[in-house]
């Protein structure tokens, strides 16, 4: 007499097909889709927190973010500049960025003051990259590293700030009011 086992092998149910939009789930973009120019900016407001919260000098700040997994693929120019850039002209920045604050700078997250930093330095210093521009990557790093609206405060105070520092090519990209 043999022993013969019979095996059922259970029906799998049918997934959906993936689609793929570059995306994580929590909407931000996927790495591989990222510009150098937005991991630099990524790896510089990651610095300016360090800045803010551990008061470490830029040059040991800088030192240990280059070592960080995916440095190689970030703009080191552009980062460089936002990182030692914002440091050198806080002052400036922070003179500029809180008259249009609803609070005192103290009360703004470290995350959202590095953001706000780096969109009032672009806005100054980095006139080949367009107002919009500097704007929605502001936005989109206080979405993926800030509180929950964030990015909300961060769009609202570079707003107000853009025409201040690019006042020619924000109104010329405003819609025009007719009567």
Known sequence: MTDVKTTTNP????RPPQTRTG??????????DKSARTRAR??????LYQHFVGRNAADS???????????????????????HGCIEQAKQLDAAITPLLDRPMAEISPVEHA???IGAYEFKNCLDVPWRVVLNECIELAKAFGGTDGH???NGVLNKLAPSLRASEVASDRPQQHP
Do not use: C, N
């Open 11 to 14: 029906v799998k149910p049918k």
């Open 23 to 32: 995306l994580t789930d929590t909407g931000v973009k996927k790495a591989a």
């Open 42 to 47: 990524e790896f510089a407001m990651q610095a």
């Open 61 to 83: 700040i800088d030192l240990f973010t280059r070592d960080l997994v995916g440095f190689h693929k970030a703009d080191s120019a552009h980062y460089d500049a936002l990182l």
């Open 115 to 117: 953001v706000l930093w």
């Open 152 to 154: 909300k405060y961060v």
